[in-house]
Structures are given as C-alpha cells and as structure tokens.
C-alpha cells in the first residue's frame, strides 16, 4: 500500500499517506489477535475421596493454565501499546485486571497448597471456576476490551483527520472532485456508525463479570453477544471507512 502513493506532492497527501498507512496497521493488529474464544484446559484426572495431594496437584495445574494464558494476555496488551495501537491509559487499566486476577489466584493457589483436607482442597479448586472464571469470562471480556480499544484508537485517527483530507480534496482537479466527495461522504458516515456503536462496547463491557455470570447466566449471554453485535458492526464500518480513504489517496495520486 505505501508503494502506491509513492510520489505525492498535493497539500494534505502525506498526511493522508501517514493515516492510511496507520490505519492497516491497525488493521494488521486487530486481526493478529487470537480468537476471543477460549477453551479450558482438561482438568487433568480424578482423585481418590481423600487423597489430598492428588487434588491440590490439579488445582496447581488449573492455576498454572490460567496464569499462562493471563501473561499470554499481558503480552498481547504490551505489544499493541507498543505499537501505537491502544492508548496508555487503555494498557494500564488492562493490565491492572490482569494483575488483579493473577494475584487472586496465587492468593487461592497459596491456601490450597496448605490445605490438609481433601474437602477443603476440592473447594478451593471449585473457587478456581467460581471465583475467576478466567476461561468463561476474563479472557473473552478483556481481550473484547482489546479489541475494542484498538477501534477506538484506530476511529480517533479518522477522525483527526478530516480536516486534511478536506484539504486535498478541495486541492484536487475539477474532474475528481465528484468523486471524491462521494467517498469522502460515505467515509464520514462509516466512521459515525462505528462510533455509535462504541457506547454500547463501554457501557456493557463492565457488566460481564464472574459474579453476574454465576447469578444470572441468561442476562450475562444477552450482554455478551450485545456487545459482539455493536463491536462487529463497529469493525465492519471501520473497515470501510478505511476502504473509502484507500480510495481516495489513489484518486489524489493519479
């Protein structure tokens, strides 16, 4: 893509070239997340009614996994900050639920290696899925946040940019200019129907919780897919609005 706008010299194109590029950057870090879906890993066997050893040994295994996979999301987190993809203040207050939920479990994971009974062991291994719920809840939900941070960043940018893109357009020849404002139109409104999608990502994210899904299952499954719903179209819309500014740099080029 940056090969094709090699040569622009029109006020405003640069500025394009810069958005255009930032914007399949972003693109590129969206879709290298991975699915939001995440399995439980097996529990590892059964034990004996009272061997209590047995039980922590799979509790530690359960908290292994799940710690594994919260550094995999910290990982994730770091690296789109890094690349300019989220805001700090988006990295800081996902890492800080990272964090909460990983001492949490070291904290459990600390009681249950103490433990001296196979009844006490098992209910801290419960606590494991009933406390956390890092598979069914945690890690769809923050890496949901993720990605909807990078929307919100990546919409920012479109949205800085208008100005200079009204520049070049009204640079642009008489013969183009049609066109332009066409794509230039469409692009406007692509970028409004993500953002209006974007209160509902905020307002519904902080409802999907362990404790509302233990109490109340049904209205936790209705928030969720809510919140897919307005995040999917928000995407599709960003991806267009970035189609339309793609082509307009090409219109701007020749």
């Not at 010299?9 to 870090?29: D, E, H, M, Y």
């Not at 249950?112 to 062991?121: K, P, Y």
């Not at 893109?165 to 409004?192: M, T, W």
């Given at each position: 893509?940056?090969?094709?706008?090699?040569?622009?010299?029109?006020?405003?194109?640069?500025?394009?070239?810069?958005?255009?590029?930032?914007?399949?950057?972003?693109?590129?870090?969206?879709?290298?997340?991975?699915?939001?879906?995440?399995?439980?890993?097996?529990?590892?066997?059964?034990?004996?009614?009272?061997?209590?050893?047995?039980?922590?040994?799979?509790?530690?295994?359960?908290?292994?996994?799940?710690?594994?996979?919260?550094?995999?999301?910290?990982?994730?987190?770091?690296?789109?900050?890094?690349?300019?993809?989220?805001?700090?203040?988006?990295?800081?207050?996902?890492?800080?639920?990272?964090?909460?939920?990983?001492?949490?479990?070291?904290s459990l994971q600390s009681k249950l290696d103490a433990e001296t009974s196979a009844q006490a062991a098992r209910q801290d291994v419960r606590n494991?899925?009933?406390?956390?719920?890092?598979?069914?809840?945690?890690?769809?939900?923050?890496?949901?946040?993720?990605?909807?941070?990078?929307?919100?960043?990546?919409?920012?940018?479109?949205?800085?940019?208008?100005?200079?893109?009204?520049?070049?357009?009204?640079?642009?020849?008489?013969?183009?200019?049609?066109?332009?404002?066409?794509?230039?139109?469409?692009?406007?409104?692509?970028?409004?129907?993500?953002?209006?999608?974007?209160?509902?990502?905020?307002?519904?994210?902080?409802?999907?919780?362990?404790?509302?899904?233990?109490?109340?299952?049904?209205?936790?499954?209705?928030?969720?897919?809510?919140?897919?719903?307005?995040?999917?179209?928000a995407h599709t819309a960003l991806h267009q609005a970035a189609s339309d500014l793609h082509q307009i740099a090409q219109l701007l080029k020749n």
């Amino acid at each position: 893509m940056i090969k094709l706008f090699k040569g622009l010299k029109r006020p405003g194109q640069l500025t394009l070239l810069t958005l255009v590029s930032l914007v399949v950057a972003s693109f590129v870090g969206y879709l290298a997340l991975p699915a939001i879906a995440q399995a439980a890993p097996a529990s590892g066997g059964q034990c004996a009614r009272n061997d209590v050893q047995c039980v922590i040994n799979i509790g530690n295994q359960l908290i292994t996994a799940r710690l594994n996979a919260l550094n995999t999301l910290s990982s994730r987190v770091t690296q789109q900050q890094q690349a300019g993809h989220i805001t700090a203040d988006a990295a800081s207050a996902l890492q800080a639920d990272i964090a909460t939920n990983q001492n949490g479990l070291k904290s459990l994971q600390s009681k249950l290696d103490a433990e001296t009974s196979a009844q006490a062991a098992r209910q801290d291994v419960r606590n494991i899925f009933w406390q956390f719920r890092i598979y069914a809840v945690v890690l769809p939900r923050d890496y949901q946040q993720l990605h909807f941070d990078i929307e919100q960043k990546l919409a920012s940018r479109m949205e800085a940019a208008k100005a200079a893109i009204e520049k070049a357009i009204a640079a642009a020849p008489a013969s183009k200019q049609a066109q332009l404002q066409s794509l230039y139109n469409d692009f406007k409104a692509q970028l409004a129907t993500a953002e209006a999608q974007f209160d509902t990502v905020q307002s519904t994210l902080p409802t999907l919780t362990p404790e509302n899904y233990n109490q109340d299952h049904a209205a936790y499954a209705s928030n969720l897919a809510k919140v897919r719903s307005a995040e999917k179209t928000a995407h599709t819309a960003l991806h267009q609005a970035a189609s339309d500014l793609h082509q307009i740099a090409q219109l701007l080029k020749n």
